[in-house]
């Protein structure tokens, strides 16, 4: 059967990026071990939550898998005698939630797929690595000139997306990556106009855009080939990293903090803008922009993944934006996952927190000029500058771009007119959802603290607060 032929499936509807926030309920003693009853909840809603029963074992496995990051985690340590205590089970449970609390508030281990297992079983029981070989096998039916040299083992961030690297058969040492992935939840083009767009992206040509070799999409999923870069990403540079290294190896605890040089971060910076303001014109939803995103090729940055709005993917940063109801436009979505990257760029490392309160000192002040409008407190209220502004701003303004390659990505008006409903859909369910986290804010102030009906009606008033 090939790759196209295949039986409808839809496409996935849980948003893997909505935090999992656990709490441990209560302890029961057996005969022989302790159980903890944990409650976790998807996202604001108290309603989408469940219970799950786990021993120290259990946390104990989770821990050793997580143990490829690095991290120093807080698991408290192993005991043999006297563990049935009650005082020791009270502490325990202590310990044990905080190291919930920092699994589950970490940007890289909360989306990893050991910890959503851990967590929610039930939505994550099937082995997705088996899946895309299957879907990877059938495509090969059909396409037998490619060969997979090996898998490349967990080296994305994304539960429903695998990567291989491959080969052309008479071509045998060009090497490329195959990645597969499912549909997500903001997937909203019809079949037909998914499978017409993605293959159109080989036909894209721009001296930002990484190439696409091969492109190909049926009702469940899609498979996309690229070259393969030794050098790697913008992220691998930034943490000195081995791109064929897993993703948590390679990001949660980089031996050395150190940012890029100021030439860099204005040249980066540039060609990133430049991209992000030929695809709004374009009318090309983006919204996946962050340093992972982004290849180098030479000194040129390039930009990855063009299929993830088409499919209807999660953006990496879907957690941190979604908090803010001024970010309600894939163009302000791109705008707040640049600022993301600039500090990353500038500082060897991501911000400790969103908003940002102050910034440490910078190669220039005009990398905090930037930053200050799109990561602090005052940009979140007052919405993100566009990409148009960012390019005027003294740090980019005076860079000199000397690439000559003309862009060419020619977008039927038909597709222009469905990506551009599409891109409606998925602006509604982030608004949705924000109005959803700020009712569930107003709800918990109400009942924390004495709040008037006017002031209830006024959200500006318990905005302020928070």
Known sequence: MAFMEKPP??????????????????SQSLHSHTEYIIRVQRGVSAENSWQIVRRYSDFDLL???????????????????????????????????????VITTHHILSN????????????YSVNYTEIALQHVSMFFRSEPKWEVVEPLKDIGWRIRKKYFLMKIKNQPKERLVL???????????????????????????????????FAIANDSSALVIRPFSEKGTLK???????????????YCNPKKIQGLELQQIKTYGRQILEVLKFLHEKGFPYGHLHSANVMLDGDTCKLLDLE?????????????????RKINTLEGVDVHCF????????????????????????????????????????????GMPTVSRLLQMPLFSDVLLTNSEKPQFKVPTKLKEALKISKECIEKRL???????LNMVFSWFALHFEVSPAQKADESSISSWL
């Open 339 to 382: 600022g993301h990257l600039l500090f990353e760029m500038t500082y060897g490392r991501p911000p400790d927190t969103i908003p940002v309160e102050s910034f440490p000192p910078a190669p220039s002040v005009f990398v905090v000029s930037v930053l200050e409008c799109i990561l602090t407190c005052e940009a979140m209220k007052n």
């Open 179 to 213: 990645s597969w992935a499912d549909l997500g939840p903001d997937k909203y083009l019809s079949d037909k106009d998914l499978q017409y767009a993605v293959k159109l992206l080989s036909s894209c040509s721009h001296p930002y855009i990484y190439k696409v070799t």
């Open 236 to 250: 691998d540079l930034i943490y000195k990293a081995k791109p064929k290294d897993p993703f948590l190896k390679k």
């Open 9 to 26: 499936a839809g496409k996935v509807l849980l948003d893997d990026t909505v935090p999992l926030t656990a709490q441990i309920e209560a």
């Open 63 to 101: 821990n050793n898998s997580l143990q490829i990051s690095t991290l120093s985690l807080p698991l408290p340590p192993k005991k043999l005698i006297g563990n049935m205590e009650r005082e020791f089970i009270a502490e325990r449970q202590k310990g044990l939630q905080a190291y919930l609390d």
């Open 431 to 437: 608004t949705e959802e924000q109005k959803l986290e």
């Open 308 to 324: 993830n709005s088409l499919l209807g993917l999660p953006s990496f940063y879907r957690s941190y934006f979604s908090q803010f």
């Open 112 to 123: 990893c797929e050991v910890v959503k297992k851990f967590l929610d079983p039930n939505s």
